[in-house]
C-alpha cells in the first residue's frame, strides 16, 4: 500500500491508515453531533466514505458556540476532472449548505506544473480553469465561493506560505512526503503553498477562522505540516475529515487518476463513453452468469457496486436491497452495471448542462490577485 | 575565508574565488573592448573593483552586433542602505548611462524574512521601499529603471520561478549554497525567485533578451544555478560582472553590513556620524605620529584610504599621489581621513537630498502586479 498525495497504489488499508497517519475515527457519538448540527446525515458520512477526521470534534465545539467556520479543499489539475475528484465535492457542497459557511477552493497549477515532468504551467493553468467549470457545475454558493487558480492569486497566498515555509525545515518536508535530494525546490516549497488558504480565511477576516478540510485522505500529510506551523503563527490547526478513493475502474486496487485515463469517467464524458466503460469495468460477479446465479458475487470488490455505494445511490435501503441480492446471485453483474450506467448517464447530462452555464458564471467565483 | 549570499568573513582572497567559483579574470582586452563600447572607462574596472566576470565577452559580442541587453541587480532589504550597498550601483548608473540600457532591480523582501530569524514580512517589506529610494536618489533613468518588491511583484515572477524551480534539485541547491536538511523551505525555493528576473526581460519583451549582472561576488552561486538552467528553458545565460567588497569601518576582514551597524556608514547618517565614524574606522597608517613619518603606513588595509580607492576618489593621479604620501609617511593618517570625511559628506548631503525628492517617485520606477 502506497499513499502519499502524488501516488496511491496497492490494497488501501483505511483503518492502517488512520493508525500510520495519526488522525481519529468518526465515532456514532459525532456522527450524531454532526447530524444535530445539520439537521440531518449525509449517507457518505453513514457508509464510511468520510472515515476519517482531526479536530472535528473541536470543529462542532466552536460551531455550537456561534463561532462560524469555513470549507477549505482543492484540486490539482493534471487532467480532466473526474467522478473520484466530484466525490469529496458533493460532500462539501452538503457541508456548505448545512452549515451555511463559505468554501476556498484552491487550484493548484503550480504544484502540478512542478510534479508533472512533461506538463507546462500554460497547461496546468488551463486545466485549472477548465476543471472549475465542475466546481461551479455542482452549485455551491456563489456568494460564499472563492475559486483561485494559484498562479493567478499566488500574490495572496505567497505572503502566508512564506510563513509557513519559514517554520518547516527540508527535514519535515523529507520526513513527511518521502521527499529526497533529488526533489526539485518547487515541490520542496509546494506543502508551504498548500497551507497557506488554511489561514487565508483568518487573513482576509482579520480574526482567527476555524477552518475545515473535506478531502481525500492521501492530503492529509499536508495538514500534518500546516497544524504544526499554526500555532506559531497564531492561528487555529486546520480540522480535516477524510474520504477513502472512489476505486478505478480495472478495481479496488486503484484510484480514479486522471493521468490514467483508462482507470476513470471524465465529468465531460459522453452517454456512450459511461456506457462502454462501465460495461467493461471490474466485475466482482461470478465467472459466468450460471456460476454468479449459483454462488452470488461480491459487491464490496465490485466496481459498479461500490460507485453506487460510495456516491450514486443515495437510498441505503436500496443499496442494502441491492448488494443483498448481488451476494445472493438474484442481481447480476449486468443489473448492477444498467442501474449505474443510468444514474452516471442522468447525473453527468445534468452536470454537463451545468457546466456548460459555469462558463458564464466564472467571474462570479475566482479570486484573482 | 567564507564566501556565501549570507555570509562574508575572514580575509577574502579574490583570486581564489575566482578559482572556486571557476568565474574569469577581467582581461586587457575586454577593459579595451569595454571602453571602446562605453566611449571612457570606469575607475572601478581600471582598479579591479569589478575584477571577475562571466561571459561578459559574449555579451559584448551581442552588443556590437547591436543586440541591446539589460541590467539586472538588487538589494536584500535587511537593514538601511549603506555604503557598501551603494558601491555596485555606482557602476550600474554608469553601465545605465553608457550602453543605454533597461535596469530591472529586485528588492528581496521574501528572502530576508525566510533568512532572518528576527525579522517579520512586513518589516523586510518596508525596508525594502526604503531602500528603493537609495537606488533612486542615484539618479537611475526613470524610463528604462524598473524597481520591484518581490511581495509586490510575486504574481510575474512566480511563473518564471516555477520553471527554474522545476530544473532545480535540492541537491544543487545544497552543493551550492551549503544549505542542509535544517534548511527552511523558504530558503531552499528561494534560488528560484533570485533567478527568475535574469528572465524576466525575455519573458516582458517575447524575445530572448540578454541579460548582465552587476554584483558582488558573493551573489554568483545564483547565477552558477540560472546558468545552468536557461539553456533547458531557452532562454540564454546570464553574463555576470562581480564587484569586490567594501571593507567594514573596522578593517580589511569584515564586509559593511546593515545587520552589523558598527562596520557600516548609512546613506542616511548625519555629517556628525560620518565624521565619528570616519575617525575611529581602522587605520593602516603607524602606530604614532612619529612612527607614521618615519615607516609610513599601508593604503591596502587602511579603510579610509580603501574607500577613496573604491568609490570616492575617482581621479586615479590623486589616489596614486596619496597612497604613494601615505606609504612614505608623507601623508598621514588623519589627512587621509579628513579627505574622506569630506568626500563622503559632500556624497551624502547631495544623495539625501535626492533621496527625499525620490519619495515622490517611487511610482515612476516601481513595477507591481
Redesign the interface.
Known amino acids: 500500500m502506497i499513499v502519499t498525495p502524488w501516488e496511491v497504489s496497492g490494497h488501501v488499508d483505511y483503518e492502517k491508515l488512520i493508525m500510520e497517519f495519526g488522525t481519529s475515527h468518526i465515532t456514532k457519538g459525532l456522527l450524531e453531533r454532526i447530524e444535530k448540527a445539520a439537521g440531518e446525515t449525509h449517507f457518505m458520512l453513514d457508509r464510511k466514505v468520510f472515515f476519517s477526521h482531526r479536530d472535528l470534534d473541536w470543529l462542532l465545539d466552536k460551531y455550537e458556540k456561534g463561532e462560524e467556520f469555513v470549507l477549505y479543499t482543492g484540486r490539482g489539475p493534471s487532467g480532466d476532472t473526474h467522478l473520484g475528484h466530484l466525490l469529496p465535492w458533493v460532500f462539501t457542497k452538503w457541508l456548505q449548505d448545512k452549515f451555511d459557511v463559505e468554501l476556498y477552493f484552491q487550484i493548484t497549477d503550480?504544484e502540478k506544473?512542478?510534479v508533472k515532468e512533461n506538463m507546462e504551467?500554460s497547461e496546468t493553468t488551463r486545466l485549472g480553469y477548465d476543471n472549475a467549470l465542475d466546481v461551479i457545475a455542482l452549485g455551491f454558493d456563489p456568494d460564499k465561493t472563492f475559486i483561485f487558480v494559484d498562479?493567478?492569486y499566488?500574490?495572496s497566498l505567497?505572503?502566508i506560505a512564506?510563513?509557513v515555509?519559514?517554520?518547516?525545515?527540508?527535514?519535515t518536508?523529507?520526513a513527511v512526503f518521502g521527499?529526497?535530494?533529488?526533489?526539485?525546490?518547487?515541490?520542496?516549497?509546494w506543502?508551504?503553498v498548500q497551507a497557506a488558504p488554511c489561514f487565508l480565511p483568518s487573513v482576509l477576516k482579520y480574526r482567527n477562522v476555524p477552518v475545515l478540510i473535506p478531502a481525500a485522505i492521501d492530503q492529509d500529510p499536508y495538514w500534518r505540516i500546516t497544524r504544526d506551523v499554526a500555532p506559531k503563527l497564531g492561528y487555529y490547526k486546520p480540522a480535516a475529515i477524510h474520504s477513502t478513493f472512489l476505486p478505478g475502474l480495472q478495481g479496488p486496487e486503484s484510484k480514479m487518476s486522471s493521468s490514467k485515463p483508462e482507470t476513470t469517467i471524465f465529468t465531460t464524458d459522453t452517454p456512450e463513453d459511461v456506457k462502454k466503460k462501465i460495461t467493461r469495468a471490474f466485475s466482482g460477479g461470478g465467472a459466468t452468469i450460471k456460476e454468479h446465479k449459483e454462488k452470488g458475487g461480491n459487491p464490496d470488490i465490485d466496481v459498479a457496486c461500490q460507485y453506487l455505494y460510495q456516491m450514486f445511490e443515495p437510498d441505503s435501503n436500496k443499496i442494502k436491497e441491492l448488494f443483498d441480492g448481488y451476494r445472493s446471485g438474484a442481481v447480476s453483474t449486468g443489473d448492477v452495471k444498467a442501474l449505474l450506467i443510468k444514474k452516471v448517464t442522468d447525473f453527468l447530462t445534468e452536470h454537463q448542462k451545468k457546466r456548460e452555464q459555469a462558463k458564464k458564471k466564472l467571474d462570479k467565483f475566482i479570486l484573482k490577485?
Open positions: 503550480d506544473f512542478v504551467l498562479t493567478d499566488i500574490k505567497y505572503k512564506l510563513r515555509a519559514k517554520h518547516t525545515t527540508f527535514s518536508a523529507k521527499l529526497d535530494n533529488s526533489t526539485n525546490i518547487g515541490m520542496s516549497f506543502p508551504a490577485d
